[in-house]
Every structure is written in structure tokens, then in C-alpha cells.
């Protein structure tokens, strides 16, 4: 651990005696800043650190904590049965992953569902309908994105973030791949490469591969790296390769080491939150099966979708995507962009119209069952 630390934050940490040791109550109360993670912040609140010494809290990454895990520097550093000592600064992106949650009953009580996120969704930190404005006292929302292309951020932007986040990135960062041949459509930096290919799982694994899409991600990662983009040699480090599934992460990783790209990483979404890498790979795996699994949460394929600076590559089953209605909306945006390749198909704009149409009729009833009540208990209040 301390090996892959850097000398500077060594000195400054409790390793730095050359192994872990917890700090006295003195050393903590000399030091203006503390760093640590949530839990080992019950560490403070076992010393007894008094209560009104920290003048902020600053949780970082919030929307990835349980809500109890948030509590202990909060409940435990900074405040008392009856006051606040302090000023409580929650950061992260609700509409990225939340916190892991193995348990389905705690599921059930909300600890899927962050502090800040669960905070985000009050009346006190949206926008005021008069002025169409934030309250600043309470929230600040960091808008400008530095990261990707304008066209790889924008249908996140529209379809999770009411098109409210803004592509700030450096066009010598995020252009140098526009024009390259291999894009369908050459000012548009994403290619969707449509695939059937066949779903498949080992006997010994509950987990989910699929063969022709490692093909697929091979085929594209082998160009890159032998012939560069436009002009410009691609190191492996600058790519990544994303999958929801852990076989296929497995198979992929074999077939990396087989080529000698030790340099690329390959994970699950989870692994990438937080990430960037210059070009992103996203193979989906699910094909010719009923529903698209986990593949549906929206928070997953935000982060999935956005971790790439210039170039994005989404291979997948357009067929089987296109039954979610999230999945259906990012082909629809490739497909009129000119941004397909691969097996030719067509979009089902009728199934996703007929279920918003269903979803507006199930509305709509509710909304006349909910009047019949209020006018039947009138009607009795009257009699």
C-alpha cells in the first residue's frame, strides 16, 4: 500500500512511521485538516474529538454512501444532540451510481438511495419556479464539463440532466478524433456497431458473455493501436473497455494479455465511475433475450456513457437494447446522427410509442379513479 503512495502524502499520513497507526487525540487537534474515509471517521468520534473543533465537513463522493455511512462524521464529528457545529458540505452526482447494497431489505428501507440524492429531490434544493433559479445558500451545481465531446455528453445531458450541464471541454482534447475514417458519420465521435451476436455462460458461472462482441471490441482496439487516429499514435492507457458483465470483463482481459495490451483497462461500469479515458469501449453483452437486465438502470448507463473524452465505441444487440426505453432513445440518437455500423435493422418507434401512449391512458385513469373518490366523498359529506 504504501508503495504506490506518494512520498509527500506518506509524510503527512499515519503510515508514516512505516506502518498503521491510529493518531493521538493530540495530533489530530493540531492539524487544521483531516482526511479519511467514512468509516474510519468513527475513529474520531470514538477518540471524543470535541465537537464544536471541526468548522466543516466535507463529504465527497456522497452520492456513492450509504446514507448511515454519510451519518458518522456527521452525527458522530460535528454536531450534538442539539446543535450543528459546523457547516456540512455534501459533493457528488446523484444521477451517477449509488451506494452498494447486497441486502434486499435494506434495499427496501432506502439505503440504496444516497443522503444526497435523497436531499436533492426536497423542495429546498430545486429550482424556484418564479426565478428558475437554485437557492445558492444551499446548493451549488458545478455545470460546466471538461471531460467529453459535445456530442458524447449530450444525450446524458438531455436525457438525465435537462440539458442543464455544459461542454467546456478543450477542442485540442476532445476533436482529434473527428474525422476518422472508421466513423459512420465524421463529425460525430461515437460509433454504435450493431451485433448479433449470441449470449452465452459457462457451466461453473452464472455470469453472462458473448463472444462476437469480444471480436468486436478486438477488431476495433487492433486498428487503433496499429494504425492510430488520424494521424495520431494511441498508447493502450488511453483506452478503456467497459462491460456490466463480469465474465465478459474476464474474457476480454484474457484476450488483452494474449495481444500483450496490459496497458488497457478493462471493467465493469462501477470500476470506471469517476474515470475518463480518451477512448471508451462499451460492450453491452445481452442479445436475443427478454429485457436487457441490469442494463435498464439509468444510472449505470449514464456512467457507462460518459466516461469517454473523444471517442465512444458502443457495441451491442440493437434489437434487444431497443425493448428498454432509455437504451431505445441513445439508438435513436445514433441512428440519426449516421452513427451505425455493423447489421443493418430497423428502429421500433411504434413499440415505444404505443407504451408512452399506455403509460399516458394508466395516468390518466389514475387521475379519474382519484377524482370519482374525491367527488363520492363530497357526495356523502353532503348527504
Known amino acids: ?78 454536531t450534538t444532540q442539539k446543535s450543528i457545529n459546523g457547516t456540512i458540505v455534501l459533493s457528488g452526482d446523484p444521477k451517477q451510481l449509488g451506494p452498494v447494497t447486497r441486502s434486499d431489505f435494506a434495499a427496501s428501507m432506502g439505503l440504496r438511495i444516497s443522503m444526497l440524492e435523497r436531499l436533492m429531490n426536497l423542495p429546498l434544493y430545486q429550482k424556484d419556479p418564479e426565478t428558475n433559479r437554485y437557492n445558492a445558500k444551499v446548493i451549488i451545481k458545478l455545470l460546466r464539463n471538461y471531460r467529453s465531446h459535445e456530442a458524447i455528453l449530450s444525450f446524458s445531458n438531455e436525457r438525465f440532466y435537462q440539458k442543464e ?4 471541454a478543450s477542442p485540442d482534447d476532445v ?46 482496439t487492433r486498428q487503433i493501436l496499429s494504425d492510430g487516429i488520424n494521424g495520431r499514435s494511441i498508447e493502450q492507457a488511453a483506452i478503456g473497455v467497459i462491460s456490466p458483465y463480469k465474465k465478459q470483463c474476464i474474457k476480454l482481459k484474457q484476450m488483452c494479455q494474449r495481444h500483450g495490451w496490459n496497458e488497457i483497462d478493462v471493467g465493469s461500469v462501477e470500476a470506471f465511475q469517476g474515470r475518463e479515458k480518451p477512448i471508451m469501449i462499451l460492450t453491452t453483452v445481452r442479445s436475443g433475450a427478454t429485457g436487457v437486465g441490469f442494463l435498464s438502470n439509468v444510472k449505470r448507463l449514464n ?23 432509455n437504451w431505445f432513445e441513445f439508438i435513436r440518437y445514433c441512428f440519426r446522427a449516421g452513427a451505425i455500423r455493423g447489421v443493418k435493422f430497423e428502429l421500433d418507434e411504434k413499440q415505444h410509442q404505443v407504451k408512452e401512449l399506455d403509460a399516458k391512458d394508466a395516468y390518466l385513469t389514475l387521475i379519474q379513479e382519484k377524482l370519482d373518490n374525491i367527488i363520492k366523498h363530497m357526495e356523502a359529506v353532503k348527504m
Not at 304 to 321: D, F, S, Y
Open 303 to 325: 456512467v457507462a456513457l460518459t466516461r469517454a473524452k473523444a471517442l465512444l465505441v458502443v457495441i451491442g444487440n440493437p434489437e434487444t437494447l431497443q425493448q428498454d426505453p
Open 175 to 220: 476533436d482529434w478524433a473527428l474525422g476518422w475514417p472508421e466513423l459512420p458519420s465524421a463529425r460525430f465521435p461515437i460509433i454504435f456497431e450493431s451485433t448479433m451476436g449470441k449470449l452465452a455462460r459457462e457451466k461453473d458461472s452464472t455470469s453472462y458473455y458473448n463472444q462476437k462482441e469480444i471480436e468486436l471490441v478486438e477488431f476495433y
Open 1 to 78: 500500500m504504501m508503495a504506490d503512495m506518494p512520498f509527500r502524502l506518506v509524510e503527512c499520513s499515519n503510515l508514516n512511521t512505516g506502518t498503521y497507526r491510529l493518531p493521538s487525540k493530540e495530533e489530530l487537534y493540531g492539524r487544521r485538516i483531516v482526511i479519511s474515509t467514512l468509516t474510519s471517521a468513527g475513529k474520531l468520534v470514538q477518540a471524543r474529538i470535541k465537537p464544536k473543533h471541526f468548522t466543516f465537513v466535507f463529504i465527497d463522493e456522497c452520492g456513492s454512501a450509504t446514507e448511515a455511512s454519510a451519518l458518522v462524521p456527521i452525527a458522530g464529528i460535528i
Open 165 to 168: 450541464l455544459q461542454p467546456c
